[in-house]
């Protein structure tokens, strides 16, 4: 990769994406708390040199909750997006590359999931499947996302597809896995990528709004929409304690997307 | 001579691409004179179109222009975009390779034509769509207003071409610059498209510069010829004296690569042009042929070249004028020796027929057809697009599957497709396709390219032994080594095809399909490529391919057999030599006698096809033919189907024509 080519919203891309990383796997070790620890005598405190971001309505401190709770959502959301993007290249390429019937049946079926809201989808998936654990999380999330990713990859495979290449893999005997997975993917996988890395930024989004509603992840574990919805009680005696984790979900999210333009700028659009 | 109406001084054009900067256009200094029509010849990335465009100052943003182009005693490059708006499309128009790209698919025909005129010559919409009509009568087409409601879809490629001519010459513009205008187009369209430009100059008095990478029809249509090569003009000269006095070594070898004058393979191996064009950089003061040209020496050639007359009106940018090799002697080929060999047949398609669903209509591609190809032998088939050649190809490899008929290969039916193929029938069926850029996954490198087929085919585990046998073959095709670890995208267009071909014999096959092989190739790398496959042929002496190939000179070069195709049907088969003689089945005379022919004077019949081409949906009557035949002879041709005539044991066609009538038949090849 040429230097030159790097923009400078991709370098704040990657710099907040690998912020929240370290975070992630060192951040505990620069708080002496847990997240679950209640300092009962400084209740709703505000930013100082013992809690850094204050501390919410039980007296947690809000920068232990943070970081713990980046760890679930970084979790969730790029497993999600890797998931629904493999589900989705898997759907979209035996739609796409055998055409006809096939393809009108499946893709059909996936414009009805397409249709219902992903958020309303989730709720519904989330309800059947009663509780939410971090792999059930995972899981709805990437069903929801697979038409999005199926179509994509779909499109990625088409523009590939009649090219004679593909004509002389077929007249040497390859097989369609073969033709797909060894001819095809290699040259269609540019947009595929993008859209993966975009989906991490959508997971964020999700998992905060599903925590938000109160049918994400459940406590102990902080995840961050949850920290947003238990203190909107508080936000005008105690706004950093819903400042900070909507900050985190907002910078996480820019990030990602940041860095999902520069990947399609390298890839596609040269 | 009289006053020019256009003269380029000194154009240089660079654009300044993210890495280096390209010399596009260096010095370039020609005049444009009234009733004119200026051919511009040269491969690919010659700066052609650049001087198109150049001229109308409509360049990319990245190109920076110097030098000035006079016309009406203004200098063009002087002018701003809204100044310009005043010349582009006004006083100067441009018409483009593809007609299709060109229109907007959204807007009838007759609005696009009026709102010309009434953006430049400020009518009313009502004057200017009566101007179109009147526009569309002065170029012969027919039933003009049923046009002007159509849409661009609805309409031929020709037609459509006509149609941008017609928009081109609106305001009556007093240059009209065309840029590659036939490329697109089949010969029989391509001929009435040159007719109409050479009306052009007489009714409308418009000075025409007509751009093409192809020779042939330079040579039919110009009145001055310039060469260019590597953004300069190499040699400018009338089009008589170029031909028969060629100066510069790019022009010579230029026309020594094209088989022409009916030469084949069998009399000589066609010259051709080592190495291929590269970027201009603009410290490069050195003749820009220099690396290629066989005469190259040190001193001369670096700062002693440029523009010199050597006759009124001959220049050449070449100073070795003296080098008397005139290999360009117009050699007239010898009678030609018909191979003593048996014919054995390898493969019998019999009745073959390919039908394309389409909305409410069937398409039928390919209609009952039967021939067969003998071993060790080239067959070519030719026709224009939508003739069924391809699908043909595409039905005999196994890609599509057929409606009816049978396909044998040595004796066994292979009426399948690939899935259902033994790998020997795989291996031994082979195909080369049109591009190279697309037959070669760009994913991967060379070696793994041509491995892939060797390991999955030939069962050659091993990638040591593997590799030895792709550099036997590179070099076999003509690359070195080095080229084992490239990938596709590094290399040119005549390398490619190379690898392609290298691809190909490394299943060594029996049958080999070139679908138009050389067609996205420039014609220096085209004879390259013939002379490989020919030579192929002969070491290995086991091999038949089936040829297909729109360009009759080509074919002519190449096969031991031909096939000519209209509409899903077969005209005419035969060996080489009696399909491209008389007598000729109607459409081949009339392909044939389209075909432009290289330094050659005018030819003495003139076809024209007329009549609309039909769709080919099971509701033709007769001869498929009939609409367009010069040679009609009545109400037969359209009621009954053409019986097969055979003229001689090889040789037959499909026509209801008398016996006496094909005896008259004169050469025009």
Same mark, same amino acid.
């Given at each position: 990769?040429?230097?030159?080519?790097?923009?400078? %919203?991709?370098?704040?891309?990657?710099?907040?994406?690998?912020?929240?990383?370290?975070?992630?796997?060192?951040?505990?070790? /620069?708080?002496?708390?847990?997240?679950?620890?209640?300092?009962?005598?400084?209740?709703?405190?505000?930013?100082?040199?013992?809690?850094?971001?204050?501390?919410?309505?039980?007296?947690?401190?809000?920068?232990?909750?943070?970081?713990? %709770?980046?760890?679930?959502?970084?979790?969730?959301?790029?497993?999600?997006?890797?998931?629904?993007?493999?589900?989705?290249? /898997?759907?979209?390429?035996?739609?796409?590359?055998?055409?006809?019937?096939?393809?009108?049946?499946?893709?059909?079926?996936?414009?009805? /999931?397409?249709?219902?809201?992903?958020?309303?989808?989730?709720?519904?998936?989330?309800?059947?499947?009663? %509780?939410?654990?971090?792999?059930?999380?995972?899981?709805?999330?990437?069903?929801?996302?697979?038409?999005?990713?199926?179509?994509?990859?779909?499109?990625?495979?088409?523009?590939?597809?009649?090219?004679?290449?593909?004509?002389?893999?077929?007249?040497?005997?390859?097989?369609?896995?073969?033709?797909?997975?060894?001819?095809?993917?290699?040259?269609?996988?540019?947009?595929?990528?993008?859209?993966?890395?975009?989906?991490?930024?959508?997971?964020?989004?999700?998992?905060?709004?599903?925590?938000?509603?109160?049918? %994400?992840?459940?406590?102990?574990?902080?995840?961050?929409?949850?920290?947003?919805?238990?203190?909107?009680?508080?936000?005008?005696?105690?706004?950093?304690?819903?400042?900070?984790?909507?900050?985190?979900?907002?910078?996480?999210?820019?990030?990602?997307?940041?860095?999902?333009?520069?990947?399609?700028?390298?890839?596609?659009?040269? | 001579?009289?006053?020019?109406?256009?003269?380029?001084?000194?154009?240089?054009?660079?654009?300044?691409?993210?890495?280096?900067?390209?010399?596009?256009?260096?010095?370039?200094?020609?005049?444009?004179?009234?009733?004119?029509?200026?051919?511009?010849?040269?491969? $690919?990335?010659?700066?052609?179109?650049?001087?198109?465009?150049?001229?109308?100052?409509?360049?990319?943003?990245?190109?920076?222009?110097?030098?000035?182009?006079?016309?009406?005693?203004?200098?063009?490059?002087?002018?701003?975009?809204?100044?310009?708006?005043?010349?582009?499309?006004?006083?100067?128009?441009?018409?483009?390779?593809?007609?299709?790209?060109?229109?907007?698919?959204?807007?009838?025909?007759?609005?696009?034509?009026?709102?010309?005129?009434?953006?430049?010559?400020?009518?009313?919409?009502?004057?200017?769509?009566?101007?179109?009509?009147?526009?569309?009568?002065?170029?012969?087409?027919?039933?003009?207003?049923?046009?002007?409601?159509?849409?661009?879809?609805?309409?031929?490629?020709?037609?459509?071409?006509?149609?941008?001519?017609?928009?081109?010459?609106?305001?009556?513009? $007093?240059?009209?610059?065309?840029?590659?205008?036939?490329?697109?187009?089949?010969?029989?369209?391509?001929?009435?498209?040159?007719?109409?430009?050479?009306?052009?100059?007489?009714?409308?008095?418009?000075?025409?510069?007509?751009?093409?990478?192809?020779?042939?029809?330079?040579? $039919?249509?110009?009145?001055?010829?310039?060469?260019?090569?590597?953004?300069?003009?190499?040699?400018?000269?009338?089009?008589?004296?170029?031909?028969?006095?060629?100066?510069?070594?790019?022009?010579?070898?230029?026309?020594?690569?094209?088989?022409?004058?009916?030469?084949?393979?069998?009399?000589?191996?066609?010259?051709?042009?080592?190495?291929?064009?590269?970027?201009?950089?603009?410290?490069?003061? $050195?003749?820009?042929?220099?690396?290629?040209?066989?005469?190259?020496?040190?001193?001369?050639?670096?700062?002693?070249?440029?523009?010199?007359?050597?006759?009124?009106?001959?220049?050449?940018?070449?100073?070795?004028?003296?080098?008397?090799?005139?290999?360009?002697?117009?050699?007239?080929?010898?009678?030609?020796?018909?191979?003593?060999?048996?014919?054995?047949?390898?493969?019998?398609?019999?009745?073959?027929?390919?039908?394309?669903?389409?909305?409410?209509?069937?398409?039928?591609?390919?209609?009952?057809?039967?021939?067969?190809?003998?071993?060790?032998?080239?067959?070519?088939?030719?026709?224009?697009?939508?003739?069924?050649?391809?699908?043909?190809?595409?039905?005999?490899?196994?890609?599509?599957?057929?409606?009816?008929?049978?396909?044998?290969?040595?004796?066994?039916?292979?009426?399948?497709?690939?899935?259902?193929?033994?790998?020997?029938?795989?291996?031994?069926?082979?195909?080369?396709?049109?591009?190279?850029?697309?037959?070669?996954?760009?994913?991967?490198?060379?070696?793994?390219?041509?491995?892939?087929?060797?390991?999955?085919?030939?069962?050659?585990?091993?990638?040591?032994?593997?590799?030895?046998?792709?550099?036997?073959?590179?070099?076999?095709?003509?690359?070195?080594?080095?080229?084992?670890?490239?990938?596709?995208?590094?290399?040119?267009?005549?390398?490619?095809?190379?690898?392609?071909?290298?691809?190909?014999?490394?299943?060594?096959?029996?049958?080999?399909?070139?679908?138009?092989?050389?067609?996205?190739?420039?014609?220096?790398?085209?004879?390259?490529?013939?002379?490989?496959?020919?030579?192929?042929?002969?070491?290995?002496?086991?091999?038949?391919?089936?040829?297909?190939?729109?360009?009759?000179?080509?074919?002519?070069?190449?096969?031991?057999?031909?096939?000519?195709?209209?509409?899903?049907?077969?005209?005419?088969?035969?060996?080489?030599?009696?399909?491209?003689?008389?007598?000729?089945?109607?459409?081949?005379?009339?392909?044939?006698?389209?075909?432009?022919?290289?330094?050659?004077?005018?030819?003495?019949?003139?076809?024209?096809?007329?009549?609309?081409?039909?769709?080919?949906?099971?509701?033709?009557?007769?001869?498929?033919?009939?609409?367009?035949?010069?040679?009609?002879?009545?109400?037969?041709?359209?009621?009954?189907?053409?019986?097969?005539?055979?003229?001689?044991?090889?040789?037959?066609?499909?026509?209801?024509?008398?016996?006496?009538?094909?005896?008259?038949?004169?050469?025009?090849?």
């Amino acid at each position: 990769m040429k230097l030159s080519k790097i923009t400078i %919203g991709g370098i704040i891309g990657i710099v907040i994406l690998a912020f929240w990383i370290f975070m992630a796997i060192f951040g505990s070790m /620069l708080t002496p708390y847990t997240h679950v620890e209640m300092d009962l005598v400084q209740k709703m405190a505000a930013p100082s040199a013992s809690h850094i971001l204050g501390t919410d309505q039980l007296g947690r401190d809000i920068f232990s909750r943070i970081i713990i %709770g980046s760890r679930s959502v970084l979790t969730v959301s790029v497993t999600a997006a890797l998931f629904s993007t493999f589900l989705g290249i /898997l759907v979209g390429f035996s739609a796409g590359y055998f055409g006809g019937k096939t393809d009108e049946i499946i893709m059909r079926f996936m414009d009805i /999931l397409l249709s219902m809201p992903a958020l309303v989808l989730a709720m519904v998936v989330v309800g059947i499947m009663e %509780g939410t654990s971090i792999l059930t999380l995972t899981l709805v999330i990437s069903i929801v996302f697979t038409p999005r990713t199926a179509r994509v990859a779909r499109s990625a495979l088409l523009t590939w597809k009649d090219l004679e290449f593909v004509d002389a893999a077929k007249i040497r005997g390859e097989s369609h896995l073969y033709i797909m997975f060894m001819e095809i993917m290699p040259n269609a996988l540019g947009p595929i990528i993008v859209e993966a890395t975009a989906r991490i930024a959508y997971s964020v989004m999700t998992v905060s709004a599903l925590g938000f509603l109160g049918i %994400g992840l459940q406590p102990p574990t902080p995840d961050w929409g949850m920290m947003v919805s238990e203190n909107k009680s508080i936000i005008i005696s105690a706004p950093w304690a819903v400042l900070a984790p909507t900050i985190a979900i907002a910078s996480l999210v820019i990030g990602v997307s940041l860095l999902a333009d520069l990947i399609q700028r390298r890839l596609i659009n040269e | 001579m009289n006053k020019p109406i256009l003269e380029i001084r000194d154009l240089s054009v660079e654009y300044n691409a993210s890495e280096e900067s390209v010399l596009a256009l260096n010095k370039v200094n020609i005049n444009l004179y009234p009733r004119e029509i200026l051919g511009i010849v040269g491969e $690919s990335g010659c700066g052609k179109s650049t001087l198109a465009y150049g001229v109308m100052n409509y360049l990319g943003k990245n190109a920076l222009i110097s030098g000035a182009i006079n016309f009406g005693g203004e200098n063009l490059l002087d002018k701003s975009d809204r100044e310009m708006d005043h010349f582009r499309g006004n006083k100067i128009a441009i018409i483009n390779q593809n007609p299709f790209t060109s229109l907007n698919p959204s807007l009838k025909l007759g609005k696009q034509l009026a709102e010309v005129a009434v953006f430049h010559r400020k009518m009313k919409y009502k004057d200017a769509m009566e101007l179109s009509r009147d526009m569309l009568i002065s170029l012969n087409l027919p039933d003009p207003d049923s046009i002007l409601r159509r849409y661009p879809h609805e309409i031929s490629g020709g037609m459509q071409q006509r149609i941008c001519i017609a928009m081109g010459l609106m305001c009556q513009p $007093s240059i009209l610059i065309m840029d590659e205008p036939t490329t697109a187009l089949d010969v029989t369209t391509e001929v009435v498209i040159l007719d109409l430009c050479r009306n052009l100059v007489k009714q409308f008095d418009t000075a025409i510069i007509y751009i093409s990478h192809d020779l042939g029809i330079i040579s $039919s249509i110009s009145d001055r010829i310039a060469v260019m090569y590597r953004g300069e003009i190499a040699e400018l000269a009338e089009k008589d004296e170029l031909f028969s006095n060629p100066q510069h070594p790019y022009t010579k070898a230029l026309i020594n690569c094209i088989p022409r004058h009916g030469v084949t393979k069998d009399q000589k191996k066609l010259a051709t042009i080592p190495g291929y064009i590269t970027n201009r950089n603009k410290h490069d003061e $050195s003749c820009p042929f220099l690396e290629r040209c066989k005469y190259s020496s040190s001193e001369g050639c670096i700062n002693n070249y440029g523009m010199q007359e050597i006759i009124q009106g001959h220049w050449t940018a070449c100073s070795k004028v003296s080098i008397a090799e005139n290999e360009v002697i117009l050699d007239k080929p010898e009678p030609r020796i018909i191979g003593k060999q048996d014919e054995v047949p390898l493969l019998n398609v019999e009745n073959l027929t390919k039908i394309f669903p389409s909305r409410s209509k069937k398409y039928i591609a390919v209609d009952d057809i039967s021939f067969h190809v003998n071993r060790n032998r080239v067959f070519g088939i030719v026709g224009e697009s939508g003739c069924g050649k391809s699908t043909t190809a595409l039905c005999i490899e196994g890609l599509l599957e057929t409606n009816g008929g049978r396909i044998e290969y040595k004796g066994e039916d292979i009426t399948k497709t690939w899935q259902k193929r033994s790998g020997n029938v795989l291996k031994e069926i082979q195909m080369v396709f049109q591009d190279p850029a697309r037959s070669l996954n760009p994913f991967y490198t060379v070696e793994q390219i041509i491995g892939r087929p060797i390991k999955v085919l030939r069962g050659i585990k091993s990638k040591i032994d593997r590799r030895k046998i792709i550099i036997e073959l590179l070099h076999k095709v003509g690359l070195s080594e080095q080229y084992i670890n490239k990938k596709t995208s590094q290399m040119s267009g005549g390398e490619r095809q190379r690898v392609a071909i290298a691809r190909v014999f490394a299943l060594k096959p029996d049958l080999v399909i070139c679908d138009e092989p050389t067609s996205a190739l420039d014609v220096s790398v085209q004879a390259a490529v013939l002379n490989l496959l020919v030579e192929l042929q002969q070491e290995t002496d086991e091999i038949s391919y089936i040829f297909i190939s729109h360009d009759l000179h080509v074919v002519n070069y190449i096969s031991d057999f031909v096939m000519i195709m209209y509409l899903g049907k077969i005209c005419e088969f035969g060996r080489t030599a009696e399909v491209f003689s008389p007598p000729y089945h109607p459409y081949t005379e009339a392909l044939l006698s389209a075909v432009p022919e290289v330094g050659g004077g005018s030819k003495k019949s003139l076809i024209r096809l007329e009549g609309s081409v039909p769709v080919p949906d099971g509701t033709i009557t007769g001869c498929h033919f009939h609409t367009r035949c010069p040679r009609k002879i009545g109400n037969i041709c359209e009621r009954e189907i053409p019986p097969k005539v055979n003229l001689t044991d090889t040789h037959y066609i499909h026509c209801h024509l008398p016996n006496e009538k094909l005896e008259k038949m004169e050469s025009v090849f």
